[in-house]
């Protein structure tokens, strides 16, 4: 079985050979890469003249939500307005028109994350819209979520309830500690299985190879041949994971991550971590791979910063879910197990803390005489002190961006706890390449509303304009509704160098993946046009014309 595609636009990722004109497969490995009308006897394998198309490896989605997506279906999409008024209108007519019986619980997204710039919202505020069953809505940062009274009773919170990670994954409260309806983070995954008990219901979100092969079969019609899920909610994706592989149709390396939230329990998470390892892993799956949320987000103020953040009267720095001493004892505790690490961080102070406790960590290990064993990603980086740009490189730290943010995504969300002057310097990473660092990108979807912005192409259209079409800046303030600073832009030829052999290097797949490359697996994408030749504004219009996943055409025609 094999395949020779020649007349062809190559572009390897290899950079002992970045371009060629003629591949051949064979066994489901690349048995050649070579200019036009050069290749080796391969009699009886067809033959595909491509007429100059583009061809480039397969993709890599490296910070991907695959298990969130897919129990995300039954959600309820909100009206795009920061027109309080009409949410609530919203929430109650969809509340009258299903009633309890027929919807127990009603969660809805998105609201804008600056609908309520005066202070957050209230749970006494949804209660007048729904009083009868918990509700839920999502605000459009993904890190906030606002409830009903309802739906505090039912998970038993009240306010001698503890926080899970005080200053992260919260209740916000009044003066009086009680909750206000207001949580940060998904903290109500700690509670919400009490409320399904009493309310005699879950929602339809188990995770059968059903309810996620849209979501695989999406980033497959879209040049996606591996992905890393960023955060395994529910393992039970693992084994309908293993059951798609078994029909043939899974076309993707798949690596998962399991949170842990300190150094007291990152153990019992090694643990469970190796236990699926040994359960699930396969040539196709792996579990390899620990997650920590270190800070907050910067739309909603609790990023961790350096200088002071500006929505408060009194000095402060944000949250920071450990310091760096805690940090470096996780990572020496990971090193041990070989388990890499995936970190979640926005703000300067908290991207300075993971990079001294790698420093400390690699010291440490250096002075024992022990090896350095592990991968550190930092995942979104969105604000880096110029100091620190170099340090990535230095201390061999993966950066990881999602590049549909690169534009006006969120909005101004971040400017009024930044300050202008820091929100203008967040997301560059052009400095850090400069320096030598392994810079990433992914997705990080969480929800089917938003599951077609993770075509790698339209994040790249975004990140190399910084202009997001469907939720553009005000042309008024920013020309062109350019996401200051233009000059952060990244390049087509960075784009396909993060979407490919450095996602490769990452997953720890570049033996075998991340480059058009003799002796790789023949995963590989054919592409109607250019990424290197489009205008910027254009890349969002390249579409997939086929995809190779080992040596079989999955999706699409030669």
């Known amino acids: 079985m094999g395949m020779v595609l020649t007349n062809a636009r190559v572009h390897t990722a290899d950079e002992e050979r970045p371009l060629a004109g003629t591949v051949v497969i064979e066994d489901g490995l690349i048995t050649h890469v070579g200019d036009h009308g050069t290749s080796p006897d391969v009699a009886g394998l067809p033959v595909y003249d491509l007429g100059g198309r583009t061809v480039i ?17 039954w959600h309820v999409r909100l009206p795009w307005t920061t027109d309080v008024d009409e949410i609530l209108r919203f929430i109650a007519d969809y509340a009258a028109a299903h009633p309890v019986e027929e919807a127990p619980y009603l969660y809805f997204e998105y609201y804008p994350s600056t609908t309520f710039r005066d202070g957050g919202p209230t749970r006494e505020l949804l209660d007048g819209a729904v009083s009868d069953r918990p509700v839920l809505c999502q605000d459009f940062s993904e890190h906030e979520h606002w409830v009903n009274s309802k739906m505090l009773e039912l998970m038993g919170v009240t306010r001698d309830t503890p926080d899970p990670v005080p200053g ?36 339809p979100q188990e995770l059968t190879p059903e309810r996620i092969k849209p979501f695989f079969d999406f980033m497959t019609d879209h040049g996606v041949t591996a992905l890393f ?82 929505s408060h009267a009194e000095a402060h720095l944000g949250e920071i879910g450990m310091e760096v001493d805690e940090l470096e004892q996780c990572l020496l505790l990971c090193n041990a197990a070989t388990v ?38 930092l995942a979104h980086c969105e604000l880096v002190d110029p100091a620190d740009m170099i340090r990535p490189a230095e201390l061999g730290i993966f950066v990881n961006w999602t590049t549909h943010w690169s534009g006006g995504y969120f909005g101004e969300g971040a400017k009024e706890h930044l300050g202008e002057e820091r929100w203008n310097r967040m997301y560059r990473f052009n400095e850090m390449v400069a320096g030598g660092a392994v810079v990433t990108f992914g997705s990080d979807v969480v929800t089917a509303y938003e599951l077609h912005r993770a075509d790698p192409m339209f994040g790249m259209q975004v990140a190399a304009t910084r202009v997001d079409p469907e939720y553009p800046l005000d042309p008024s303030a920013y020309p ?10 990244l390049s087509s030829d960075l784009l396909l160098q993060g979407y490919t052999i450095n996602g490769a290097k990452q997953l720890r797949l570049s033996d075998r993946l991340g480059s058009i490359t003799v002796g790789k697996v023949a995963n590989l994408v054919v592409l109607n046009g250019s990424p290197t030749d489009a205008a910027p504004e254009s890349l969002g219009d390249i579409k997939c014309d086929a995809v190779v996943f080992e040596g079989r055409v999955v999706s699409g025609s030669l």
Request: hydrophobic share 40%; charged share 25%; with cysteine.
């Open 340 to 377: 890499d690490v995936h970190v979640h961080l926005v703000g300067d102070r908290a991207f300075r803390v993971a990079c001294d406790a790698v420093e400390a960590a690699r010291d440490r290990l250096a002075d024992e005489g022990d090896a350095w064993r592990i991968q550190v990603t």
């Open 480 to 489: 062109n509704s350019v996401r200051p600073a233009a000059d952060a832009r």
């Open 57 to 73: 490896p397969g993709l890599i989605d490296a910070h991907t939500h695959p298990s969130m997506v897919s129990q995300s279906s």
């Open 168 to 203: 992260l994954e919260m209740f916000v409260r009044d003066e009086a500690g009680e909750p206000t309806g207001l949580l940060r983070e998904f903290v109500h995954r700690h509670f919400v299985d009490a409320m399904y008990e009493r309310i005699g219901w879950t929602p």
């Open 229 to 310: 899920e960023a955060l395994i909610v529910d393992d039970r994706i693992l084994a309908s994971l293993a059951e798609l592989d078994e029909r043939g149709e899974l076309n993707a390396y798949y690596s998962g991550a399991l949170q842990f939230q300190n150094a007291a329990d990152l153990p019992t998470v090694l643990d469970r971590l190796a236990e699926l390892r040994t359960r699930h892993g396969s040539e196709h799956i792996d579990v390899s791979t620990v997650k920590l949320f270190l800070d907050g987000t910067n739309e909603s103020g609790n990023s961790a910063v350096i200088g002071p953040l500006c």
